[in-house]
């Protein structure tokens, strides 16, 4: 092809300063024109019908984006004339195609090089279907990369897929439920043969109609890095249900409820996350070792997709499903030990096999014959009592740092009669006393029961007589504040790991309680309640 004269239009690129334009040397106009791959002569103009209106394209246009189906029909059409001798400009006839002209209209547009942009979701889909229809590569490779076009709640959405690029976004329903229409640039139909394909099938554009507008927006603000004000608990599950439906697992993170700090005391990260949200990826064990146990840890938790380092854990249990039981023990001292009930039973029952496995140990103590004999280990029950780390009441700890409500009002334990050992090996960190175990456990006065192999005792200074109330509760006499059984409302607890000379394993885990709010009594319960409205 001849190079245009130095006036031409191509040769003065308006993109180009005037000084690069001068020192442009003049064979570049046909390099431009050159880049174009030579299928089709550039110089002919071909005609193509679409519906009811005719376009007339060059040989460049059509080849731009080549091989097409535009491009293989005419060609075909010029190596017949060649072969039978005939003048190639005869030769070529008009090729009619049954498709909508308006969508074609930005098509010929992209063929001639200007940049096409989807309007809307409709739009988008026409555009890609008829650009697989046409087998237009690059056009398909442009509209693969493009922004998702979606409509949820009956409002108009278009998303960039860089958005859904944070770590755990993606996958999500988006690269999932719409991979049947738009799975790969080259595969918009599966299963259908493409060479007897008259038209394409009907594309409807991606719509989730039955979830909310309002709430998807936030969620895309948040996405963006945007803060979004938490209004109330009911704001804040709708967020998080939405999160789940979409599968945002990332946001979803950021979103639970969740308290990180720096505890100055215990010198050291704290996570408080609610049992209904612990996810096994995130739990690891910081093991810390003390001269009487070498086998010490405490149990901390990172957010997966979010946090880049574990804290402490402190674990949430709320809606009444946790009982504390208070035993007899060697000496007249006191046991205490939690039950937890329904859903929480089967949670804490799965962290702690997460914990086991952590630390080597098998998630369950039933012999392998066994399980396989019962169905395997998934046919077990889930309870605390099945893993090698705690009994079927797992051992817990009430520490002088815990802050104890009891029936609406403060409780401690020096108030109430168990005497608090003095500073020593404390499991707590930082120095502080811990609750001594008597002498006739097996361990001696002041040291740490958590650092120790006895049994976690707290002695009381006297028993009280108990007296059963009409509802058959058992509760103390003469006002002491203390029953067998406490209900707790609320819970925080941290997970301490710990070494056992005579339990399932080499070491067991113990709750150590930090905050309570608990209830002695039904007639407590009952105090509390609230009226409707």
Known sequence: MANPPANSDLHHHPQLSLQQQQQQPPESAALLISKIPKILPHERVFPIQIGCELFKLSGASLSSDAPSYFSQYFLCQLNQAEAKGEDAASAVRTLYIDRDPI????????LQGYHVQPRDATHFVRLFADAQFYSLPKLMSQLYEESVFTSVGHREFQIPRELFSGPGNSPNFFSLGFAIFFSTPDDLFPGLDREGLLRPPSIVPPSVPN???DTFAELLHLLRGYPVAIRSETHRAELLRDCRYFNFKGLEQRLIPHSISFNQARRRDEIVLRLRDILKSGITVACEPTPSDPLAGWVTYARPFVDDRPAELVLEIGEESTRLQFGGGAGGATTVRAEFLRD?????????????TKLNLPPTT?????????????????TPGNTPLSEDLVRVMLGPEASIMLDGRPWSPEENGLSIGGAGDSFLGGGGGTISAPSSAGGAAGESPMSSNAPLLLPLSS????????YGLASAGGGGGYSDEWIIRTGQ??????????GKA????????????ALSSELARNAQRGFLG
């Open 366 to 382: 039933q012999p392998l014959g066994l399980l396989m004999a019962k169905g395997g280990a998934s046919s077990q029950p889930a």
């Open 506 to 517: 080499a070491v067991e885990c113990v709750l150590v309680a930090v905050k309570l709010d």
């Open 211 to 213: 979830r909310s507008a």
């Open 344 to 356: 929480a039973r089967t949670r804490i029952a799965k962290m702690f096999e997460v914990v086991a």
């Open 103 to 110: 969508t074609f209209r930005d098509i010929s547009l992209h």
């Open 493 to 502: 607890w941290r997970l301490r790991i710990q070494g056992a000379k005579n």
């Open 463 to 470: 028993r009280k007589r108990r007296r059963v109330d009409s």
